[in-house]
C-alpha cells in the first residue's frame, strides 16, 4: 500500500479547501483505519471550514462527517471489526478515553466527545482513522455512492420525529424540501404520519407527494399558518429550512400542544410571542438527537433514500458551494476512485 493519500484540508479558519497528499495515519488502540468510499457534504461542515467557538478545534482539519468505508486496518485486536467490512461514521466521533467516565465505559455521561471532521480529521479524505465507539456496520444492501447522507441528515431528520410525542395518524408539516427536508418527508410519511411540506414554489408539488406528502403548501401562493389551521393544526412541524422569519411564524401553525422542532442552523434570533405558547400549549426546541444504526436499519426496511449528486474529491469545493446556496439536487457526496 502507498504511504501517501489525497485529502482535502482547511488550512486555517476561512481559507479555502485544498488538495494535498498526506501520510495515511496509522491507528492507534481502540482505532480502525477506514478506506474512505464516499463522504457526504454536511452544512455541519461549516464549523471546520469558517471557525467559530468549538472546544477542540484546530487547523490545519480535513472535515466531513458522513463517511462510508470499510475497514483497512486494526489498531488493536478487535473481535467486533474485520479488515474489509463495510462501516460507517456519523458526527458523533468517538470519546477521548480520558476520564473516568470513559474508564467505566459511562460514555453517555460525557460531553466531551469526539467530533468527526471537526475536533479530529474527517471523511474529506481517501483514508481516515475512527475509534471503534464511533463506527457502525453498514449492511450490505447499503448505496455507498448514495446513502452516505443518512449517517447525519438522516439520523438527524428520524431522531428528531422519534423523540417528539406522535401518535400514528398525527400531522407532521416539514419546513424545506432541500437535503433534510426531502428525508424527512419521506421518515414521517413511512412511520405512519399525515404529511404536509411546506416550501415555496409549485414545481415542488409533485416531488413532495412522490416522496410521501399527503398535502403540499406553496408559501409562493398560499398563507401556510392558515392552511394549516384549516386543518387542524401540525402536532409537529418539522423545521428543515433556515429561516428565522419563516419559523417563527409558522408556531401559530401548530394544534394545541404542538410543537416546532427545528434541526436546521438557525442563525438569527426567532421572534415568538409568549401569549401565543402559553394559549396554545406550544413548545419550540431544537433536536440533534438520534443514533445511526436505528436510522439505517429503518431506512433500509422502508426504502428511505437520499436524492444526491455526486462529485469527486477534487470537487470537494464546488459540492460544498453548492450545499451552502442551496443548488444541490438534494445532498453532496464525495466519491473516492
Given amino acids: 500500500m502507498a504511504n501517501t493519500m489525497k485529502a482535502i484540508q482547511v488550512p486555517a479558519a476561512g481559507a479555502e479547501f485544498e488538495l494535498v497528499s498526506r501520510a495515511i495515519p496509522e491507528p492507534k488502540p481502540n482505532e480502525i483505519l477506514i478506506h474512505v468510499k464516499s463522504c457526504g457534504i454536511c452544512h455541519g461542515d461549516t464549523i471546520a471550514k469558517d471557525g467559530g467557538h468549538f472546544p477542540g478545534l484546530t487547523w490545519p482539519r480535513i472535515p466531513g462527517h458522513e463517511v462510508v ?5 486494526l489498531g488493536s485486536p478487535d473481535l467486533r471489526w474485520k479488515v474489509g467490512e463495510l462501516v460507517g461514521v456519523g458526527w458523533p466521533g468517538g470519546h477521548c478515553g480520558t476520564c473516568a467516565f470513559c474508564m467505566a465505559g459511562e460514555f453517555v ?8 471532521g471537526v475536533t479530529i480529521d474527517g471523511g474529506y479524505a ?16 447499503f448505496d455507498v455512492t448514495v446513502d452516505a447522507p443518512l449517517l447525519c441528515a438522516g439520523r438527524t431528520t428520524f431522531g428528531a420525529l422519534q423523540s417528539s410525542n406522535l401518535k400514528g395518524g398525527d400531522t407532521v408539516a416539514v419546513l424545506g424540501l432541500g437535503g433534510l427536508g426531502h428525508l424527512a418527508v419521506q421518515y ?5 404520519y399525515r404529511v404536509v411540506a411546506i416550501s415555496r414554489g409549485s414545481e415542488k408539488r409533485s416531488l413532495a407527494i412522490r416522496l410521501g406528502a399527503h398535502q403540499y403548501i406553496d408559501t409562493s401562493s398560499t398563507d401556510a399558518v392558515k ?6 393544526g401540525a402536532n409537529v412541524i418539522l423545521a428543515t429550512a433556515p429561516n428565522a422569519k419563516t419559523v417563527s411564524a409558522l408556531v401559530a401553525g401548530l394544534a394545541r400542544g404542538g410543537e416546532m422542532v427545528i ?3 438557525i442563525g438569527e434570533p426567532l421572534v415568538i410571542p409568549g401569549f401565543l405558547l402559553l394559549r396554545g400549549n406550544l413548545k419550540v426546541r431544537g433536536s440533534v438527537e438520534g443514533t445511526i444504526a436505528p436510522t439505517i436499519r429503518f431506512s433500509h426496511l422502508c426504502g428511505v433514500k437520499p436524492m444526491v449528486e455526486l462529485f469527486s474529491l477534487e470537487q470537494a469545493a464546488l459540492g460544498y458551494r453548492k450545499m451552502l446556496d442551496g443548488t444541490v439536487h438534494f445532498r453532496s457526496v464525495l466519491t473516492m476512485h
Avoid: F, N, W
Fill in 126 to 141: 481517501e483514508y481516515m482513522v475512527a475509534r471503534t465507539d464511533a463506527v457502525v456496520a453498514l449492511p450490505d444492501a
Fill in 227 to 232: 392552511a394549516l389551521q384549516g386543518i387542524g
Fill in 188 to 192: 414521517a410519511s413511512k412511520l405512519g
Fill in 109 to 116: 455521561a460525557c460531553e466531551r466527545g469526539l467530533v468527526t
Fill in 69 to 73: 468505508g470499510t475497514v483497512h486496518a
Fill in 263 to 265: 434541526v436546521s442552523g
